[in-house]
């Protein structure tokens, strides 16, 4: 887990309580998903690090957003110009969008196969996880050459990994013993 993750965990959770406080859920994830466009823009990443006032920026912020953000958005844009914390924001996002899937029970899982499974196989795996795990899940599903055979499995920040690349370096990893 980063710094960045530490610092923006409790923006993250200030902002969910918020939205759970205000029935705004989806307004604030579709906010804090423009506010990420913005901020991840190339050209606006400059001027982001510049060592422009806090007052001016966050103007120049909330221009840009427009009627795209209300208020409270802006009170963010506000605070995370003071203190120079808009490199944090795809962390913010990230926090945010895991409360969100705790609160809703849906839990995001990744899984990356070497080569490509058949859909019979996935919808095999998620049914097992939904049952272990007593919770919908949102599958992402990737295909990595790497890991030679096998496949992995993220859940949030724990990672199964059934690769034969692992299985190599355990077996690696003993004999050195």
């Known amino acids: 887990m980063s710094s960045f993750d530490t610092i923006a965990r409790p923006y993250a959770r200030a902002i ?7 029935k705004s859920i989806n307004k604030w994830k579709r906010m804090l998903i423009f506010i990420n466009d913005i901020v991840s823009s190339k ?12 007052n001016y920026l966050s103007s120049c912020f909330i221009f ?5 953000i209300d ?10 110009a003071k203190n120079q914390r808009f490199k944090i924001f795809g962390h913010i996002l990230k926090n945010f969008l895991n409360l969100l899937n705790s609160y809703e029970k849906n839990i995001v899982v990744e899984l990356t196969s070497a080569y490509s499974l058949q859909e019979n196989h996935i919808i095999k795996i ?3 996880l939904e049952k272990i795990l ?10 990595d050459h790497l890991i030679l055979d096998g496949i992995l499995i993220k859940i949030n920040d724990t990672v199964f990994d059934f690769s034969i690349r692992n299985h190599l370096q355990q077996l690696s990893n003993i004999l050195k013993f």
């Open 71 to 80: 208020e409270n958005a802006k009170n963010l844009i506000k605070l995370l």
């Open 134 to 143: 007593l919770c919908k899940i949102n599958f992402v599903y990737k295909i």
């Open 43 to 54: 050209k606006i990443e400059q001027f982001l690090s510049g060592s422009l006032s806090a």
């Open 126 to 128: 998620r049914s097992v």
């Open 16 to 22: 969910f309580e918020l939205a759970i406080e205000k």
């Open 64 to 68: 840009i957003a427009g009627d795209q």
